[in-house]
Structure formats: C-alpha cells, structure tokens
C-alpha cells in the first residue's frame, strides 16, 4: 500500500462494538487502553479492517495550574502492512483537532525508548519531546500545545 492508497482509509469513530471487535483482534490491551466514555477513539479501516487505532482521554493538569484540560494519548497502534503511510499522523491530525475542539489546552503522549519509529514521528508531528531516564521505563513525554 502506498500513501496515495490513504484515500481508500476511512477514519471512524470508535464505539463499544467497534471497542468489542478490536479486542478479539488485538487482544487485552485494547480493552485496557482503549476509551470511549472518558475520551475518544479514532479507528482507521480499510476494506472494512481496522488497520490503526488512536485513543484519547481526558485529564486535568495538577495545581497549582486552575483547571486545565489535556487530551491524553493512551494508545495508537497501526499494523505492520499499513505503518509510514501517514495512518499514525492522520490518526494524530484528527485527534488533535477533536481535542481542540473540545477545549483541551494540549496533546500528550508517552513513548517508550524502544519505539525507534514512534519517537521521530513523534518530532516530525510538531510534538515537543521531553526525554525521561532512570524510570522503571525510559523514554519520552511528547506534548503539543494546541
């Protein structure tokens, strides 16, 4: 598949069905990182198949800051066939737009260190990249204002 093949992708919102269906695809991740309720999801199909997923909650930043709301990514995964397509970026363009929209003051993600394709993308999207080591995890807070 290749970039110009991107118009054939619909990118849908995500309910408990499509929540359902994913889960016996990609397994128990899904059902734990995966929001509707307390944010969004955006699915990416193609011939009817998912082939990529982004998920969102909400979060209010702490004090001393008054309340101010991020959207908060908890999960994108494109599959093997379909990943440095654009999928992940439009998966991300549409969400922050979302989250925008519904007054979030910023994007966030975590990505861990091994991710060596999730961190220049990352950067390429406009993404700030704010590195963390000596964590049970090392790697990277990434944050785009919006």
């Not at 975590?110 to 049970?136: H, N, R, Y």
């Amino acid at each position: 598949m290749s970039k110009d093949d991107n118009k054939d992708i619909e990118y849908v919102d995500a309910d408990e069905t499509m929540k359902a269906r994913l889960v016996a695809l990609w397994g128990e991740i899904i059902e734990r990182h995966m929001h509707i309720e307390n944010g969004f999801s955006i699915v990416s199909v193609h011939a009817g198949e998912p082939i990529g997923l982004i998920s969102v909650y909400w979060r209010l930043l702490p004090p001393p800051l008054p309340p101010t709301k991020e959207g908060y990514i908890d999960i994108i995964e494109v599959i093997e066939g379909y990943r440095r397509k654009g999928v992940a970026a439009e998966l991300v363009r549409l969400s922050a737009e979302r989250a925008r929209k519904q007054g979030a003051y910023q994007l966030r993600a975590w990505s861990s260190e091994d991710k060596v394709e999730a961190i220049p993308m990352w950067k390429a999207l406009g993404f700030a990249l704010c590195p963390i080591t000596g964590q049970q995890i090392n790697g990277y807070f990434v944050t785009k204002p919006l």
